[in-house]
Structure formats: structure tokens, C-alpha cells
């Protein structure tokens, strides 16, 4: 079983940064694929960005140039930067790891970015 511990939300107000973290604990041996999704309200929960074992990254277009996706093997942590947030990236952010064929998810996160 895998842990999922997410955090870095808040509230801020438009161009701003944050950055969120996922930390895994458990049964690991190696994560193939770690991730984030968000879901805004009545929406469905889409990809953000992608990042493979060996560091090679995947973002949605509406992010690209703004968020940076990184992660720490030695730490099983992965992160993703935020910057120059926009009203329209409001939503509940969730992490998402891959190991083998079992996939597992953080308990969300809330992101709130003010005009």
C-alpha cells in the first residue's frame, strides 16, 4: 500500500506562485510515472503534468511556459511550481503515482487563484 501526502495549497491572487508537494510512503520500489491532475467545480478532473521515471515531462497546454514539474527519487516526492497563476486555474489539485500496474492518488489539494 502506498501513502499519498500532498500539500503547498492556498489562496492566492493572480500572477502569483506556488509550489505543491507529494510525498509517498509505503510499499514503494519505483514509481514509473508520477503526476498531477485538477478538478475545478463541476468539471472533470483533467491532467495538469506528467513526469517519467527518468525525468521527461508532459504538460497540458494551458499550462505550458507557467508550471514546471519536477520530482525527487531519492525523496519520492514530486512537485510542480506554479507560476503566474491564473483565476482559471482554480481547482482541487490531485497527485498521482504510478508503480507496476497500480496507480494511486493523493486526497486533493485546493488551489484558489483571485482576479
Known amino acids: 500500500q502506498v501513502q499519498l501526502v500532498e500539500s503547498g495549497g492556498g489562496l492566492v491572487q493572480a500572477g502569483r506562485s506556488l509550489r505543491l508537494s507529494c510525498a509517498a510512503s509505503?510499499?514503494?520500489?519505483?514509481?514509473?510515472?508520477m503526476g498531477w491532475y485538477r478538478q475545478a467545480p463541476g468539471k472533470q478532473r483533467d491532467l495538469v503534468a506528467l513526469?517519467?521515471?527518468?525525468?521527461?515531462?508532459t504538460y497540458v497546454d494551458s499550462v505550458k511556459g507557467r508550471f514546471t514539474i519536477s520530482r525527487d527519487n531519492t525523496k519520492n516526492t514530486v512537485y510542480l511550481e506554479m507560476n503566474n497563476l491564473k483565476p482559471e486555474d482554480t481547482a482541487v489539485y490531485y497527485c498521482?503515482?504510478?508503480?507496476?500496474?497500480?496507480?494511486?492518488w493523493g486526497q486533493g489539494i485546493q488551489v484558489a487563484v483571485s482576479s
Open positions: 498521482k503515482v504510478t508503480t507496476g500496474p497500480n496507480v494511486y
Open positions: 509505503g510499499d514503494i520500489y519505483t514509481f514509473t510515472v
Open positions: 513526469i517519467q521515471s527518468g525525468g521527461r515531462a
